[in-house]
C-alpha cells in the first residue's frame, strides 16, 4: 500500500513540537504493515540544499500563481516529497512565524499551495506513482481533501487533529484566490463562522478523522474543548477515531542516545547520575539532593505554563530546583525568566528548543511536569516516562491516558508511573507538586515508581497497526462503493 503523507513538519528535517515527531516516525512503523509512505512537505530553506541536489520530479504550470516544483530526498527511514516554491517558503524564520515571532501574513497561501500540489500528486500529475490513501495533518494540510474532491478524486483522505486548537481561520475575501469552485465556501464546506476555515474543509471532506488519543476524541465532542468545532465534530462523530501517539524508541532510548553522558536503562539505572550531574552544570544550579523539577514544552497557556509560574517560588521553598526549556508566549518567558533571576541556581530557564538539551533534561531530571488545561496527547510526558523522569501532569487528555497515578492503591500495587491533578488549576498543579517532592525523600518508592514508569511502552508498534487497519477498512469502502464526498467541494 502507498500513502501520501503532508504535513507542515518532519522530525528531524523540519520540528516545531510534537507534529514533526509524529509524522517523523509513523511512516517508519507501518512500513511492518506492508505500508510504504511518502511525506510531502514545505520546501523550507533547511531542506533546499539536499532536495536541489537533483532534478526535480515534475515542474508545476503554477500553484495558485507561484512558480513551483517537486523535489525529494531520500534516507534510510524516510522518503520526502519537497514542495520548491521559494516564493512561498525560502525566507527567515520558523514554519510559521517570521524572525520576529509574528505569523506570516500570507500562510493561508503559503499552506493551500502544500494542499494543492499534494492533491495534484494524488490525481496522478507524478508519471507512474499515485497513493492509495492520502493521510493530511492538522489544519496546514487539510484542504488536501477538498481540493481532491474539487478534482472529482474520490481517493481515501484520513485528517489527523493534533490539536483542535489551531484552525486554520482566514477571512473569506481570500476564497477567490484558493483557485477552488464556489460550492466549497458553503456551511458543509468550508464556510466557518461567515470566515473560511482550512481545518472545517478537511473534516467535512475526509474519508477519516482521527486525533491523538481517544479521550481527545471524546474531549472535542464537547463545548469545553471542541473550541468552536464541537457542532461540525458531531455531524461526523462515526468517522472520528482516537489514536494514541507513541514515541520513537529508537531516538528516544536512555540506553543509547548520543545526547546523554550517561547511558542507562531499567536494569542498569546508574548512568542517571552523570546525566544529573551534567544537568546541574549545564543549568548552573545547586548541587544538592533535592529533587531537579523540568518542563520542556511551549510556553503557553494551553500547557499551564503561567501556573507553573505561579507555583515556581514554592519549588524552591521545598527544596527542590526548576529547569524550563521551550519557547511562546512572551509574557509567561518573562514571568519564568524574572523567578529564575530571583532565584539563582535554583530555578533556570532556556528559551527556545534544543533537541540535546531536551534529551538531557529527561535523562537527568527527576520529574517532568506538564500541567496542560488541554492536551490532544503529550509526547514530553511519554519521554520522561521513557528516560525515568517521572511526570507530575494534569488529568486531561493523552495525558490522563499515559500515566498512571501514584494513589496509595497504584503505589500499593506496583503499577503507578507520575502524578495526575484535577481540577486543573494552580492549586491542583501545587498540590501534585508538594506529592512528588514527598515522595522523592523516599528513595525506595521514588526508584520505584521510575521503574514502572521506564517499563511502560509506548512505541509507535500498536499505533500503527490501528492505522493499517484504518487505511485498509477506508480502500475496502472504497472498492464497493461507499462513502462518496465529493460533491461537497465540487463545482
Known sequence: MKVLSVT?????????????????????????????????????????????????????????????????????????????????????????????????????????????????????????????????????????????????????????????????????????????????????????????????????????????????????????????????????????????????EDIWNPADDPYLPGRFDTAAPEGRRSNRAALTRQFGLDEDEGPILSAVTRLTWQKGMDMLADVAEEIVYRGARLVVCGQGDAAIRDLLLDAAARFPGRIAVHVGYDEPIAHLIHGGSDAVIQPSRFEPCGLTQLYGLRYGSVPIVSRTGGLAETVIDANDAAMGAGVATGFQFHPVTTEGLRHAIRRAIEVFQYPDQWQRLQSQGMAARFSWERSAGLYARLYRELLDEAESGGEDLRSRAAG
Open 8 to 248: 507542515s513538519e518532519v522530525y528531524p528535517f523540519v520540528k516545531t513540537g510534537g507534529l514533526a515527531d509524529v509524522t517523523g516516525a509513523l511512516p517508519k512503523s507501518l512500513q511492518r504493515f506492508g505500508i510504504r509512505t511518502i511525506t510531502m512537505v514545505p520546501g523550507y530553506p533547511a531542506l533546499l540544499p539536499a532536495a536541489r541536489a537533483g532534478a526535480p520530479l515534475v515542474v508545476f504550470d503554477e500553484i495558485l500563481g507561484e512558480s513551483a516544483s517537486l523535489r525529494h530526498i531520500q534516507t534510510d527511514d524516510q522518503i520526502l516529497f519537497v514542495l520548491d516554491i521559494p516564493s512561498l517558503y525560502e525566507r527567515p524564520g520558523g514554519p510559521y512565524l517570521d524572525e520576529n515571532g509574528h505569523d506570516f501574513p500570507d500562510n493561508w497561501k503559503r499552506f493551500a499551495a502544500l494542499s494543492l500540489a499534494a492533491a495534484r500528486v494524488a490525481d496522478g500529475v507524478l508519471p507512474g506513482w499515485a497513493p492509495d490513501v492520502v493521510h493530511t495533518h492538522d489544519w496546514q494540510a487539510a484542504l488536501t481533501s477538498v481540493y481532491m474532491r474539487s478534482m472529482g478524486n474520490g481517493r481515501p483522505v484520513v485528517v489527523t487533529i493534533h490539536n483542535l486548537a489551531f484552525q486554520g481561520q482566514f477571512p473569506a475575501g481570500l476564497f477567490p484566490y484558493l483557485h477552488l469552485p464556489v460550492s466549497a465556501f458553503s456551511l458543509d464546506c468550508m464556510e466557518y463562522y461567515g470566515d473560511m476555515c482550512f481545518l472545517k474543509g478537511g473534516l467535512m471532506t475526509a474519508n477519516a478523522i482521527t486525533t491523538v488519543s481517544p479521550t481527545y476524541a471524546r474531549e472535542i465532542l464537547t463545548p469545553r474543548f471542541g473550541m468552536g468545532m464541537e457542532g461540525v465534530l458531531a455531524l461526523r462523530r462515526d468517522r472520528l477515531k482516537g489514536i494514541l501517539n507513541g514515541i520513537d
